[in-house]
């Protein structure tokens, strides 16, 4: 089993960029498809990007796409997301998660393992 923990988030202004972590251990990131998801308090946790394991392809949340990359490292085994001109409503608890299934999928559903969080908070 892969354990991941996140890190990078923080406190920052709206238009400022943030780039978040995940860094992976236990087995080899490039095992598994990889995503990002964010979850605000009241809210159910929702899709924000999405990563194949080789990195060819990628999934994007229409709220985010322009703004964020995902990326990812497998030699570091290491999931990236750059966060660009982030606005008030991207505040949440950011989450990567690790998935065997060979697309992106944008459900949680289809995750087998995540990070504890990582908290990222916008001021305007």
């Known amino acids: 089993q892969v354990h991941l923990a996140e890190s990078g988030g923080g406190l920052v202004q709206a238009g400022d960029s943030l780039r978040l972590s995940c860094a992976a251990s236990g087995r080899t990131l490039s095992t598994y498809g990889m995503g990002w998801f964010r979850q605000a308090p009241g809210k159910e946790r929702e899709f924000v990007a999405g990563?194949?394991?080789?990195?060819?392809?990628?999934n994007y949340a229409d709220s985010v796409k322009g703004r964020f990359t995902i990326s990812r490292d497998n030699a570091k085994n290491t999931l990236y997301l750059q966060m660009n001109n982030l606005r008030v409503e991207d505040a949440a608890v950011y989450f990567c998660?690790?998935?065997?299934?060979?697309?992106?999928?944008?459900?949680?559903?289809?995750?087998?393992?995540w990070g504890q969080g990582t908290q990222v908070t916008v001021s305007s």
């Open positions: 990563i194949t394991r080789g990195g060819g392809g990628t």
């Open positions: 998660g690790a998935t065997l299934s060979l697309g992106v999928p944008a459900s949680p559903n289809i995750y087998v393992a």
